[in-house]
């Protein structure tokens, strides 16, 4: 059990900061990601009426990849940031290949548990996404397996859990007003949610 305590007020006003000293960079950043995700469908194709999914363009497959490979390499971006490192956008091809195929298997491993978590009750889900928080990156941070990450980010947990979803839903809640705030507010809040989420892992790792 950790006996880090951390202020989430603290935590976005730092992560506020970090922002405005390159606030181009992470808006760009951001617009990336948004407009690779938003064009990624992974190829599939549902029927509205019998949800039957079908395999209909490999450009959309490919796409989604891309998205998944950008989705880590920013992640990283924010871990280095936050720990007082340079970063520039050469960091978004940073990842290497046996980096990022843990990454996608630590999402998938992590959101069937979360899926499972919810179908349960909603409060196993909750339960579930605050223990595997930290999963993805610590395999993009530490160079752990997915396997081992997972573990991990269980044992760096255990006993903050109330904390850590208190911290999830303050995210959430910055999110949704960013886009309320005419959508523009997204490129904002997107990068400084995601900068407090880098910030409060290391925190942890460094308390671990």
Do not use: C
């Amino acid at each position: 059990m950790s006996d880090i305590t951390f202020s989430i007020s603290e935590l976005i006003q730092d992560a506020w900061s970090k922002f405005k000293e390159k606030p181009v960079f992470w808006i760009l950043v951001t617009i990336i990601s948004i407009v690779v995700s938003y064009f990624g469908d992974y190829g599939l194709s549902v029927d509205p009426e019998s949800f039957e999914a079908s395999f209909t363009s490999i450009q959309g497959f490919v796409i989604s990849i891309l998205g998944l490979y950008l989705s880590a390499s920013i992640t990283l971006i924010y871990i280095k940031y936050m720990r007082g490192e340079s970063v520039s956008l050469n960091d978004l091809f940073a990842v290497d290949l046996n980096k990022f195929i843990h990454y996608v298997l630590s999402v998938l491993v992590s959101g069937v548990l979360m899926i499972f978590g919810f179908i349960l009750l909603i409060l196993p889900g909750f339960y579930v996404m605050a223990r595997l928080m930290f999963v993805q990156y610590l395999v993009l941070d530490r160079n752990l397996s997915f396997s081992e990450a997972i573990t991990t980010s269980f044992n760096m947990s255990e006993g903050r859990v109330l904390d850590l979803i208190s911290f999830m839903f303050a995210m959430a809640f910055l999110v949704i007003l960013g886009f309320l705030s005419l959508v523009f507010g997204l490129l904002i809040a997107i990068p400084v949610s995601s900068l407090a989420t880098a910030k409060l892992y290391l925190l942890f790792v460094k308390n671990e």
